[in-house]
């Protein structure tokens, strides 16, 4: 909305004045901390003061932070169904759990928000350890169970050795508050029965605490992989109350969807100092956490430009919902990654023109006429939607059922004019792309048939405004590594507030290139040997 509201206008006019004037390839280093000298200096001093705030993000080795660690490389097989990304996350975050659960003497690791299990099949096959998966979707479960059957008898057939390999036990839970967490891992501990399949939403649940030792329940670590909202939150308030668990090692993920201003048990803050701070972030802001300085540094100059013309389609599609459709737009509805799957879109169909003209190897974005070019070399008037290219945020892909809802919308919204002309090319290739996403967006939300939707008249109305979302964008950005390390601090602090039982740090596992969200937070309880971490390496409150 921030391109529907003018929030720009917000911002020193003078920052704005220089900012859109600027190259894109300058603006991608804003969020780095990056600025020129003629940028005002109020400007500077804004940016680099916001970098000098941020929690340094370069990745460290594990064994810099743990001496004891080791890194496994994993094979072929485990690997399987893993991108280059994941395997990187796992590599590095299954050595750091393995490294804990040994210096604790644990032997059992809850995999919190375990998804299809990679996580925890690394754990049980290249660690020897006992993995507890636990996770909302009982699909995952049953993806989780399949693979680890298949990997195990890999390992059994290459073992010379009788070794008895363990694959993980799956649990699915809605895990709805600590409590909840709390609850379900000590039952999983104590039953050896097979898959669990939990349900609750009771957060007043009380946690199960063991009055006289129970040798049947073992030292637990809980660990958890980019574990989304309040789930990473809840592992910490675990890992503080309930006494069989020593260890905890949590990548947080998902800001945005973090339980805020609530009576009880708000996601953020959770610390007695952000308390006090009387701070409120807000959905829109902890959204912006999520925002990467090294993803936008390393895009492409056609790649930011694209971005920027998706935040200008999705504002006027906002005008083209309170125009058109008012009762849907008071929802502030969500539809998806409509901005991903256009960009897929666009690079399919260069792709598709390239392979086309023989020019495989030439994979730049082709100016407008070669972009909106037919087979035969003329112009289409009406886009071409493909079938099932709408990607959900769940990471699924929609069926044709998202155009064909569509479909009828787009038959009043085929007069637009968008017809070639030499003079306003570009504006005519970026109204076609518009078309594109508002008829995508519509089905998205079961909008029916309406007449005479004028998208030209919209979309005229937002170009005047266009040369300022790049520049506002890449403000907003410039914030983000801010918000995610005020985040983190809370986290980190609240663990730091238990008292000298507790020692916590936040460490940078992964390449944040690769995986952005890469601060791990670590944490044991000093009940025996202390582990003995490089703090050099690690941040503390």
């Known amino acids: 909305t921030s391109s529907r509201d003018r ?7 003078d920052w704005m004045e220089c900012l859109r004037r600027e190259p894109v390839e300058s603006l991608l280093m804003l969020p780095s901390g990056c600025v020129q000298d003629h940028w005002p200096s109020s400007l500077q001093e804004f940016i680099l003061t916001a970098r000098s705030l941020v929690l340094p993000r370069e990745q460290k080795s594990p064994q810099s932070f743990l001496p004891n660690s080791r890194v496994a490389s994993i094979g072929t097989v485990l690997a399987q169904g893993m991108n280059s990304k994941k395997k990187h996350e796992i590599e590095a975050l299954s ?19 375990s ?19 636990i996770d909302a979707s009982s699909h995952h479960a049953s993806v989780t169970n399949t ?29 709805l508050s600590s409590d909840t967490l709390a609850a379900v891992t000590l039952d999983a501990c104590q039953d050896d029965h097979g898959e669990h399949i939990t349900e609750t939403n009771n957060c007043n649940q009380s946690i199960p605490q063991i009055e006289q030792p129970n040798h049947s329940i073992p030292q637990l670590v809980l660990a958890g992989l980019h574990a989304c909202g309040d789930l990473s939150v809840n592992m910490l308030r675990v890992f503080v109350s309930c006494e069989q668990v020593q260890a905890l090692v949590s990548v947080g993920c998902c800001y945005n969807l973090l339980s805020e201003d609530t009576d009880t048990c708000p996601g953020f803050p959770i610390s007695k100092a952000a308390k006090s701070s009387k701070l409120v972030l807000g959905k829109s802001i902890r959204d912006l956490a999520c925002q990467s300085a090294e993803r936008w540094r390393n895009l492409t100059k056609e790649m930011a430009l694209q971005n920027f013309d998706i935040h200008a389609f999705r504002a006027a599609f906002q005008m083209v919902l309170e125009k058109y459709f008012p009762e849907v737009s008071r929802l502030s509805p969500s539809i998806g990654r409509q901005g991903k799957a256009l960009r897929r879109q666009r690079l399919r169909k260069v792709m598709e023109s390239h392979l086309a003209m023989g020019k495989a190897d030439d994979l730049s974005y082709p100016n407008c006429k070669e972009q909106n070019m037919n087979t035969d070399g003329s112009l289409p008037t009406e886009p071409t939607a493909p079938k099932g290219a709408v990607e959900c945020c769940s990471n699924e892909l929609c069926t044709g059922d998202t155009y064909s809802t569509s479909a009828v919308v787009g038959s009043s919204i085929s007069r637009v004019n968008v017809g070639p002309s030499d003079t306003n090319l570009d504006e005519c290739c970026k109204l076609t792309l518009f078309k594109d996403f508002t008829i995508s967006g519509l089905g998205r939300l079961g909008c029916g048939f309406v007449e005479d939707v004028n998208l030209l008249e919209i979309w005229k109305d937002v170009q005047h405004f266009t040369e300022f979302i790049g520049p506002f964008w890449c403000l907003r950005a410039a914030l983000g590594p ?46 025996g040997d202390p582990l003995e971490p490089s703090h050099g390496n690690a941040s503390h409150a």
């Open 482 to 527: 801010l918000v995610e390390t005020y985040i983190l601090l809370d986290r980190l602090l609240f663990l730091q507030e238990q008292g000298s039982a507790v020692e916590a740090s936040l460490f940078p596992l992964f390449d944040p290139a690769m995986s952005p969200r890469n601060m791990a937070l670590v944490a044991w309880k000093l009940t």
């Open 115 to 133: 998804g299809q299990g990679y996580l925890a099949q690394a754990l049980s096959f290249e660690y020897q350890l006992a993995v507890i998966a």
């Open 95 to 113: 050595g750091i759990v393995d490294a804990i659960a040994r210096s604790r003497g644990a032997k059992t690791v809850v995999d919190v928000g």
């Open 147 to 175: 693979r680890a059957e298949r990997i195990k008898k890999h390992y059994a057939a290459k073992c010379v050795e009788k070794q008895q390999f363990k694959v993980p036990r799956t649990v699915t839970c809605h895990v």
């Open 7 to 13: 929030l720009w206008e917000m911002v020193d006019a």
